[in-house]
């Protein structure tokens, strides 16, 4: 057994999971109280009448592949946000274990934790730095009652990567101690194209390592609501016993099947290649503008920009019909976030703010 799991709730260890009605594809279904017929103009494959597979084989080989893992290293679950409930449910005991987090980071590991009544350990980014990570206050920072440590590369919503070597050494130094959980929502905009990969071929090497990946951001099916949890086989089983019995719906997983198939893996690629050129131009531009103070180095499919005066850049995109967003951080004063949209938007978001500002874009 994975050592590690004796860091989840003694409760959930030994939990009776629910029994699903058993998944015997080659007999015919009266066990699961479902009804016999198809609603009219159910065109789905495996019909809507029916219960999903739990964990489906197919969909599980098909994650497994795409992300260059084992099957018995994926839980697929309602998109990445799952993925951090499940781990902040199953490790962490209300009024007593605590998740480290550095901030300005992802909102859903604080609200996770709050959720489940885990107690939040800070560890600042470093805002001198391009905000880079605090390796050396993570570790002085741990604690007996930390059961996680969640770190996010590139980060949302500062955009940069975490080095390789800073998360293989709080694996290493927090082995047996603390799950180490890398979500790399972002990761292929870092990837390939700027010859960044995954930490995916690490898992073997950590069995306290546990990897969010989502195919809400490259792969264009944030509508599909999935992701994948990527981790040791003890810690999969495990949440697999937590996870609410059918969890993904039968459109998500015949979905997730077709628009990642080999054809539209090529296609994502190309979408990527023209949101960095785009990243790239857009940050140029805006650069030049007078309302724009800064802007940091991004590694995703967004920039965060600080401002002289945020609100009244928000206004000004907002009356050309677009919307960006301040990221919800005390850290980030002025700031705006604003994903990379097509060339037309981006051309639009710029006009509005240079012609706010009094100039020509
Ligand atoms: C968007 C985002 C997610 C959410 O992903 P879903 O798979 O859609 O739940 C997870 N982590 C980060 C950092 C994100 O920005």
């Known amino acids: 057994m994975n050592p590690i799991l004796q860091l989840a709730r003694p409760d959930i260890l030994t939990l009776q999971p629910y029994q699903h009605a ?26 809507l009448n029916r ?27 309602r998109g990445s946000d799952e993925g951090i409930d499940l781990l902040v449910r199953a490790f962490c005991r209300a009024g007593q274990d605590s998740v480290l987090i550095c ?3 992802f909102g859903m590991y604080k609200v996770s934790a709050r959720i489940q009544g885990a107690q939040l350990i800070e560890v600042p980014l470093i805002a001198a730095q391009n905000f880079a990570l605090d390796t050396q206050a993570i570790l002085a920072a741990w ?41 790399e929502a972002y990761i292929e905009f870092a990837g390939e194209f700027a010859g960044v990969a995954s930490m995916t071929n690490a898992l073997e090497r950590f069995p306290n390592l546990v990897i969010l990946r989502t195919l809400s951001k490259a792969y264009a099916l944030a509508g599909t609501r999935c992701g994948a949890l990527l981790a040791h086989p003890d810690i999969v089983s495990l949440l697999a016993r937590v996870i609410t019995p059918y969890a ?47 802007i940091w180095p991004s590694d995703a499919n967004f920039l965060l920009i600080e401002c002289i005066d945020a609100p009244r850049v928000l206004q000004a995109v907002q009356n050309v019909g677009l919307i960006i967003r301040t990221p919800n951080a005390p850290l980030l004063p002025n700031c705006v976030r604003i994903s990379i949209g097509t060339p037309a938007q981006n051309d639009r978001l710029l006009q509005a703010i240079a012609a706010a500002a009094g100039i020509a874009a």
Request: net charge negative.
């Open 22 to 47: 058993a998944w015997e594809p080659s007999l015919e279904r009266m066990h699961a109280n479902e009804m016999p017929w198809r609603a009219e103009g159910d065109s789905t494959q495996a019909g």
């Open 143 to 183: 604690r007996p009652d930390c059961k996680l440590i969640f770190l996010c590369s590139p980060n949302n919503p500062t955009g940069g990567l975490i080095p390789r070597a800073d998360i293989e050494r709080i694996c290493t130094q927090l082995t047996n101690k603390a799950i180490v959980v890398l979500d």
């Open 103 to 105: 901030p300005p980071t």
């Open 51 to 77: 219960y999903p597979e739990p964990q489906p084989d197919e969909l599980i080989e098909h994650l497994a592949d795409l992300y260059e893992v084992k099957p018995e290293n994926v839980l697929a679950g």
């Open 248 to 294: 993904l719906p039968t459109q998500t997983i015949e979905a997730v099947l077709k628009f990642t198939d080999g054809e539209h893996r090529v296609a994502a690629r190309q979408r990527i290649a023209t949101i960095l050129s785009e990243r790239a131009r857009l940050g140029e531009r805006l650069a030049r503008l007078p309302w724009i103070r800064r």
